[in-house]
């Protein structure tokens, strides 16, 4: 509980720490972010107030913490529709002989992309940078204040993370033709 004479928001942070985490947890897109986001939110809220006491410090915590995860999810959302209008749907069906294949790909690519918003942060981001936005190795390093190793790393876990969803995903998979039949 909330120490009735702290009314700063580093006082006020550290004892209502695990309800705040909570509450970001029910709002966060992905729930490997939840530490990253309480860090945001009393980095965001630290820097706007300082040390200067507040009437209500809980209630402005949570406010900051809601912004930070609707500001998160936003870059989720906006990353996904990117991804999606760059898909070239003419040249899916152009380079296939039925359109059972096109479905059934593009019925992949969705299982995949829903894949994608559940993996880790970390990997997440850095298999973004390296395969969305074409940034080298070193170039993400020094983005993200990481040592190239740690790159690969993140890199090698978002990788195989991938392509176990995606072999899971094609020994799941019953043809189009199948499922229409029964």
Same mark, same amino acid.
């Given at each position: 509980?909330?120490?009735?004479?702290?009314?700063?928001?580093?006082?006020?942070?550290?004892?209502?720490?695990?309800?705040?985490?909570?509450?970001? +947890?029910?709002?966060?897109?992905?729930?490997?972010? =939840? #530490? !990253?986001?309480?860090?945001?939110?009393? @980095?965001? /809220?630290?820097? $706007?107030?300082?040390?200067?006491?507040?009437?209500?410090?809980?209630?402005?915590?949570?406010?900051?913490?809601?912004?930070?995860?609707?500001?998160?999810?936003?870059?989720?959302?906006?990353?996904?529709?990117?991804?999606?209008?760059?898909?070239?749907?003419?040249?899916?069906? +152009?380079?296939?002989?039925?359109?059972?294949?096109? =479905? #059934? !790909?593009?019925?992949?690519?969705?299982? @995949?992309? /829903?894949?994608? $918003?559940?993996?880790?942060?970390?990997?997440?981001?850095?298999?973004?940078?390296?395969?969305?936005?074409?940034?080298?190795?070193?170039?993400?390093?020094?983005?993200?204040?990481?040592?190239?190793?740690?790159?690969?790393?993140?890199?090698?876990?978002?990788?195989?993370?991938?392509?176990?969803?995606?072999?899971?995903?094609?020994?799941?998979?019953?043809?189009?033709?199948?499922?229409?039949?029964?």
């Amino acid at each position: 509980m909330v120490k009735k004479d702290s009314r700063n928001i580093a006082d006020t942070f550290l004892s209502i720490r695990p309800r705040l985490a909570r509450f970001i +947890t029910r709002l966060a897109f992905s729930k490997d972010e =939840v #530490e !990253d986001l309480l860090q945001e939110t009393f @980095l965001n /809220a630290h820097r $706007a107030k300082g040390d200067e006491d507040l009437d209500q410090p809980t209630a402005y915590l949570y406010r900051v913490a809601r912004t930070v995860c609707y500001k998160s999810n936003n870059r989720h959302v906006d990353f996904l529709a990117r991804t999606m209008e760059d898909i070239d749907v003419d040249a899916l069906m +152009t380079d296939r002989p039925g359109g059972t294949e096109v =479905v #059934e !790909d593009r019925e992949m690519l969705g299982k @995949l992309l /829903a894949f994608a $918003a559940k993996m880790p942060a970390r990997p997440k981001e850095v298999f973004i940078m390296r395969h969305i936005e074409g940034l080298s190795h070193k170039q993400i390093a020094a983005r993200l204040g990481l040592s190239p190793s740690t790159v690969e790393k993140h890199l090698a876990k978002a990788t195989l993370l991938c392509s176990q969803e995606r072999r899971r995903l094609e020994a799941d998979a019953e043809p189009l033709e199948e499922r229409a039949e029964r």
